[in-house]
């Protein structure tokens, strides 16, 4: 069942990414009204979703570098703490 669910979801959300494109790609030859042409309208309005779906993209992929880099950072073994006196003794007694 969460299966058939994300299976739609992902259909449904790469109709949603895919349609702008294709719009654009089927009316990029139109028949142009002038200044109040709507088909111009949707195109900007497609471009847009297209630009902002870019964005977001781009947003998440530096979100995750940035979570990998934070990741690595945190999980490198600390020196700090065998830098203290006591630490610092034992490894002079080796
Ligand atoms: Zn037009």
Request: aromatic share 4%; net charge negative; hydrophobic share 55%.
């Amino acid at each position: 069942m969460n299966s058939v669910r994300t299976r739609i979801a992902a259909l449904v959300l790469t109709f949603v990414l895919l349609a702008p494109a294709l719009f654009i790609v089927a009316e990029a030859q139109h028949d142009c009204q002038g200044d109040e042409c709507q088909v111009c309208q949707v195109l900007a309005i497609a471009s847009s979703i297209i630009q902002t779906a870019a964005d977001v993209s781009a947003a998440a992929s530096e979100a995750a570098l940035f979570a990998v880099f934070v990741l690595l950072i945190a999980a490198r073994p600390s020196r700090a703490a065998s830098n203290t006196l006591v630490g610092l003794k034992v490894r002079l007694d080796c």
